[in-house]
Every structure is written in C-alpha cells, then in structure tokens.
C-alpha cells in the first residue's frame, strides 16, 4: 500500500514513547506509506503534557480523553481524529512497529479485506477460555476477538464510528460490522496489561450485551426452577394418594416459588434482547475528547 495515506493509532499503555521510538516509527511509515499520520491516546495525567518532539515527516496528534472516560470512548475520541485511506490501530509495544510489520499488517488490504485483526500468539489461556466462552453463546460468523491490532479501511471506519452511538464495546462492533475481513496471528504481546477491574468490567459487559447470555441463562435457570417445582408438586401428590393425608404446608411454598420463579425468569430471557435494543437506542454518546495537540511535519 505505497500509495495509501496511513493513520497509526496508540493508545496510552502507561509508559511514555521516547523520541528515538516515534521518530523510528516516523520513518518506518514514510518508507511503507505514501503519507502518513500518528494519533496517540492519553488523559492529563499520563504525563504526555510535555512531550515536545521535533524532526517528523508526518503529523502528531495526541488526544486528551477525561480521566472518567471508558477506554472504548477514548478510542472511538482517537478514530474520529483519523483521516488516513488506512488506519491502524496497535496495542503492542510501539517498537514492534517496524516497516516489515506495517507491511504485514496492510499485505491483506491488497487483496480486498477492509478489516483485518490480529491476534496475540502469547494471550494468556484465561483470556482464550472466557473469548471462547463468549463466542459459544454468540453466532459462529460474528465471532468477538481480543485483537493487538486492527487495520481498518476509511469506509470500514466510517461504519465504526455511526455504530459506536448504539453499541460502546470496539470489538463487538468490530465483530458485526457487515465487511469483507481477515484475522491473522502474530508473536506480538499486548503493551500493557489490564488491571483485574477492566478484565472484569469488560466480561461483563461482552456476556450481557454481545451474546445470548442474557436469553440464555435465565430460561436455562427458568427450566430448573419449573422443575423443581414441579418434582415438589410430584412429590406432595405422591403422598396424598399413598398415604391419604395432604402434605406439610412447606410443600405448597415451594411449589409456588419454583414456578413463579420460573415464570419470571422465562419472561427476562424471552423480553432481554429487545430490552436491551431498546438501551442501545436510547444511548447518547458522549466524546471524550479533552484536547488536542498536533505537532505538525517539520520536513
């Protein structure tokens, strides 16, 4: 893709780029691009306010995002800034990002993917377990993957963005956005971890929002209240015909808490998804820009 101008996204993982890494990464996008641009994610507090670097070929963005920002709306804050044919987003180590990794990451553009995603060959196990979890209650063509990096085209993104004002989560986006795609793994580790809390947070919210979790979990805890309550009402039967003296009073409460706590788990599973279509509609996005500072090329 020599001819494509090219937008890198990277998002603050806590340790503060040094020069010599950005302006490597300056070069390695004006040898592999035709032009090119760089975003880099951070709030007020990451330090990046006095950052100064000079001697670059293409324009720096940084993107100050409100410290109370999710970081899902720091990145779409991120892509709205965005303006390349190409845009990258990386969250691996930024030296990692070499003119043969930037052609590797594009190579697919050249035969028609306007969404490539690449996974982490060293993703820890747990990560893989709950990711294949998920997919499981999800349909096999729209599987959620936890990506260290995403190529996206401009209109590919241009989607992304009109849907991040009814769905918050990237990577389910990402999932069900309608385009022609392609996911490849690579020996490149995530920049930094995420805190327990987030790894939390964003289970959550991928299980209650992504998939049928919602549908599924109640019916199936529906189905073995019903049948509790059903082996109860059996049972006081049972006794009443062999023994002709109707049972203790406990039986009947529950019998009544079985089914009726079946009849209101049945009806959260059958009513969750239009519940939360509904959510999604009524969703008013918020940026989460602060600020922007731009360095503009120097030569």
Same mark, same amino acid.
């Given at each position: 893709m020599k001819q494509a #101008?090219?937008?890198?996204?990277?998002?603050?993982?806590?340790?503060?780029?040094?020069t010599q890494e950005i302006n490597a990464l300056d070069t390695a996008l004006r040898t592999s691009s035709r032009n090119h641009e760089l975003i880099l994610?951070?709030?007020?507090?990451?330090?990046?306010?006095?950052?100064?670097?000079?001697?670059l070929t293409g324009p720096l963005s940084i993107v100050y995002t409100n410290t109370v920002s999710s970081q899902n709306s720091s990145r779409v804050a991120a892509f709205g800034r965005a303006?390349?044919?190409?845009?990258?987003?990386?969250?691996?180590?930024?030296?990692?990002?070499?003119?043969?990794?930037?052609?590797?990451?594009?190579?697919?553009?050249n035969h028609g993917a306007e969404l490539i995603e690449f996974e982490s060959s060293f993703q820890?196990?747990?990560?893989?377990?709950? #990711?294949?979890?998920?997919?499981?209650?999800?349909?096999?063509?729209?599987?959620?993957?936890?990506?260290?990096?995403?190529?996206?085209?401009?209109?590919?993104?241009?989607? $992304?963005?009109?849907g991040s004002s009814f769905e918050p989560q990237i990577n389910v986006l990402c999932a069900?956005?309608?385009?022609?795609?392609?996911?490849?793994?690579?020996?490149?580790s995530?920049?930094?971890?995420?805190?327990?809390?987030?790894?939390?947070?964003?289970?959550?919210?991928?299980?209650?929002?992504?998939?049928?979790?919602?549908?599924?979990?109640?019916?199936a805890l529906a189905t073995v209240s019903a049948i509790f309550g059903i082996f109860v009402a059996f #049972?006081?039967?049972? $006794?009443?015909?062999?023994?002709?003296?109707?049972?203790e009073g406990w039986t009947t409460l529950m019998i009544v808490t079985g089914l009726?706590?079946?009849?209101? $788990?049945? $009806?959260?599973?059958?009513?969750?998804?239009?519940i939360d279509s509904l959510s999604k509609g009524l969703t008013r996005p918020r940026d989460a820009t602060a600020e922007v500072v731009v360095f503009p090329p120097t030569n």
């Open positions: #101008y090219v937008s890198v996204i990277l998002p603050f993982s806590g340790k503060l780029p040094s994610i951070a709030t007020f507090d990451s330090g990046l306010s006095n950052f100064e670097i000079n001697d303006v390349g044919d190409f845009i990258i987003e990386w969250q691996g180590p930024i030296g990692d990002l070499t003119k043969d990794r930037i052609l590797e990451l594009l190579e697919p553009s820890p196990l747990s990560s893989r377990a709950f #990711y294949s979890f998920a997919n499981s209650l999800r349909s096999s063509r729209i599987p959620v993957r936890k990506a260290v990096g995403r190529v996206f085209s401009r209109r590919v993104l241009g989607q $992304l963005l009109l069900e956005l309608p385009v022609q795609r392609s996911c490849k793994t690579i020996q490149v995530f920049a930094a971890r995420q805190s327990f809390r987030e790894r939390i947070a964003e289970g959550m919210s991928l299980l209650s929002k992504a998939s049928r979790f919602g549908t599924v979990v109640p019916l #049972y006081a039967l049972t $006794l009443f015909l062999l023994n002709g003296k109707s049972p009726g706590q079946a009849s209101i $788990l049945a $009806l959260i599973g059958m009513t969750w998804s239009r």
